[in-house]
């Protein structure tokens, strides 16, 4: 184990006092350097600190838990790799939010170059310069108020959203929060809110992801142009923000949206905001913007029945100029019930396939250009499903599910997935395995065998198995 592990930078020399964790340690940030590049090095990994090895676990320190959640999702499979091909006794790597870390060593000015520096659209560091340049993201000309299509489920968020974009700031309209599942519309909505709004060109409209307002928030603190950003954000006349969702668990912008929010508002501006459940549904937001959010317009996109998913799909088939027969429709209709994006995509398909092919769209050319979308639907339960009510019901990271990872507190939410899999699923052992980090079927074999012996002997643990069973059946 390593005792009060300090700040290591890749381009230092390892001193002679320190531990081989340490030398390997200097190797491993070496190569990670390498691999992602100077800029976003600096911007992301420069903070990582050692921490203890425990056993055949390491665990890496990061000050917040922005930056350990973002290097979790982007680097954190490098990390074990990297890891795992420097010293075979260390099998996972943890990555913790610890406090009070010491400050990363300040560079000379060329940090500042870097900084502003040109950068590849995938890495993060482009949003330093998005923060510092208009914060609207364009708008999609597909969707407007005259392309979506209103029936029983969606008519009230509809006409909320007409509401806003004829008369922004309207009392009891602001904000305007707009929730459903995916692909029911609500991004569309909130575009064509946009458009209707910016056509004048005498409303000022920024519209982004809440996963944008985060990456432009923590790159404004990281180039000190904190300032700019807030200047710039409360300066519109209409703030959307989409999925607001992602923001849980997101302490700090979460903070700084609420000010935003609170700014807007007082200010008499118009704030849009989407998310996948309602106000008083999004646990994980701080209860004083929950509450800000409900006080205006909250509207629900339901789920769509088979009457709007036949006219949807009737007005992109006469929007194409391609004769789809009603029987394809409807059959389409019936097969495809949740998502409206995948509903459009299936038809998008057939579309493109009669257009290249040169032959008519009919039920059996239908069946056979998406068969691999239809047998999806007819597949009750998916592995991915199963492991994601798993993870949510031991509070796990979806990840542990096919990491390396062998305390209990993982290995066992793992062992009753690979047991639901085997008994839910038409998947051989061999296939399961695969899906839990390319593990042999005997493992498989075995979490089965122990998940069964455990049922028989602790009651508690049987019912949390089979009220997972009976929540991905139902």
């Not at 928030?217 to 300032?227: E, L, N, P």
């Not at 007082?266 to 549904?281: N, Y």
């Not at 036949?310 to 006469?318: G, M, Q, R, T, V």
């Not at 394809?328 to 398909?349: F, M, P, Q």
Request: net charge negative; glycine share 6%; hydrophobic share 40%.
């Amino acid at each position: 184990m390593v005792e009060n592990a300090q700040y290591l930078d890749a381009s230092a020399s390892a001193p002679g006092s320190t531990t081989p964790l340490e030398t390997a340690w200097v190797r491993v940030r070496e190569k990670l350097k390498s691999e992602v590049g100077e800029v976003e090095y600096r911007t992301w990994l420069r903070q990582i600190v050692l921490g203890p090895l425990d056993e055949d676990e390491l665990t890496l320190y990061l000050p917040t838990r922005f930056l350990r959640d973002w290097v979790r999702s982007q680097y954190e499979e490098r990390l074990q790799t990297l890891w795992r091909t420097e010293r075979e006794d260390i099998k996972g790597v943890e990555l913790q939010v610890k406090r009070g870390l010491p400050e990363v060593p300040a560079d000379d000015a060329e940090d500042t170059e870097d900084a502003t520096g040109p950068s590849s659209d995938s890495t993060p560091q482009s949003v330093v310069s998005e923060s510092r340049s208009d914060l609207a993201v364009p708008l999609d000309p597909r969707f407007t108020f005259d392309t979506f299509i209103v029936g029983k489920p969606n008519e009230f968020a509809y006409a909320c959203a007409r509401r806003v974009a004829e008369k922004p700031s309207s009392p009891g309209f602001n904000p305007l929060f707009l929730y459903g599942g995916v692909g029911l519309g609500k991004t569309h909505l909130m575009h064509a809110i946009g458009t209707e709004l910016t056509r004048t060109g005498k409303v000022s409209v920024a519209y982004m992801s809440a996963e944008k307002f985060m990456y432009r928030f923590i790159a404004a603190i990281r180039s000190q142009s904190t300032m700019e950003f807030k200047e710039q954000l409360r300066s519109v006349d209409v703030l959307m923000i989409d999925d607001l969702q992602f923001l849980i668990g997101k302490d700090n912008t979460q903070e700084e949206f609420f000010h935003t929010f609170n700014a807007l508002v007082d200010a008499g501006r118009q704030i849009i905001v989407s998310a996948d459940k309602s106000p008083s549904d999004l646990s994980g937001l701080e209860d004083r913007l929950r509450t800000r959010l409900g006080c205006g317009m909250v509207a629900d996109i339901h789920a769509t029945t088979f009457e709007l998913r036949i006219s949807i799909l009737e007005a992109k088939a006469k929007a194409s100029g391609t004769h789809v027969p009603s029987k394809v429709l409807e059959y389409l209709a019936h097969k495809i019930t949740t998502n409206v994006r995948e509903l459009e995509g299936a038809l998008n398909r057939l579309i493109a396939h009669a257009d290249l092919v040169g032959r008519p769209v009919t039920l059996d050319t239908t069946q056979d250009v998406l068969k691999d979308m239809l047998k999806a639907h007819d597949r009750r339960v998916t592995i991915e499903e199963i492991q994601r009510k798993v993870s949510e019901h031991w509070n796990i990271r979806l990840t542990d599910m096919s990491s390396a990872r062998r305390a209990r507190a993982v290995a066992r939410p793992r062992q009753v997935a690979m047991y639901l899999a085997k008994q839910l699923t038409s998947r051989s052992l061999p296939e399961i395995g695969r899906k839990f980090g390319n593990r042999d079927h005997t493992t498989v074999m075995h979490a089965v065998n122990r998940v069964t012996e455990l049922m028989d002997q602790d009651a508690s643990f049987a019912e949390d198995v089979e009220l997972l069973r009976r929540m991905l059946e139902g």
